[in-house]
């Protein structure tokens, strides 16, 4: 709070970049790498004109090149060009199965190496993955350029939606416009029966949206192909646009 109290340092535009939007969460497993990853492709199938990057700094646990299926270490100034849409991720400047094990500060050069040294050449938006929570990552982003505006995902549960609100008054005390919530893994329908059942809840983060004066951007089910998608490597809006599930993303991606 103190640093926050201070104001915020001069931003800096990243070069070339003319969007910024974060995709954050307040816990971590409720899909806001699946959501950053889909909803980037969607911006770029949505509109072919619009060139798309994606920016992986969920530092403690990168997934965008697994989901992505993007191997090798690239130059930090090299980005690495997959479905419509490049990307740069923590991932590709550590072992995949090495821990990250580092204080702040090394945190901090790593995201400064992130936002500063890649060369995104002209993009209108870049989608950033952040880490789960309020910690340093997100302050630093924050802190160091402008963000066009932040999407938090939840799942409808009460935990989730605690700190997908925690996630929402950080991003305003930072003078990040959140633009709305997206509700994950809302509802669930058997293949076979097609019985809908609400694991994590009903509609949760809708009525955190309304509590909060924010908007729903969207409603993703808890869907077997949106999983096996991710962990292929080949996101859904990209192997299956045609889906439902797919279909669910690229409307949000209309929304911001
Ligand atoms: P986070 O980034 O919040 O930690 P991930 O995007 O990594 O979460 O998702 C956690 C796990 O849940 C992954 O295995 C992912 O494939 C899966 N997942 C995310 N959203 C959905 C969904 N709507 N339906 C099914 N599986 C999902």
Redesign the pocket.
Known sequence: TQIMSRGLPKQKPIEGVKQVIVVA?GK????????AVNLALALAANDSSKAIGLLDV?VY?P?VPKMMNLKGNPELSQIVFLCYCCSMSMGFLVEESEPVVWRGLMVMSAIEKLLRQVDWGQLDYLVVDMP?GTGDVQLSVSQNIPITGAVI?STPQDIALMDAHKGAEMFRRVHVPVLGLVQ??SVFQCPKCKHKTHIFGADGARKLAQTLGLEVLGD?????N??EA??TGQPIVFSQPESDEAKAYLRIAVEV
């Open positions: 969460s971590g497993g409720v899909g806001k790498s699946t959501t969920d646990g997934s789960p995902v994950n893994m993703i089910p808890l869907h077997l949106i999983r991710s962990d």
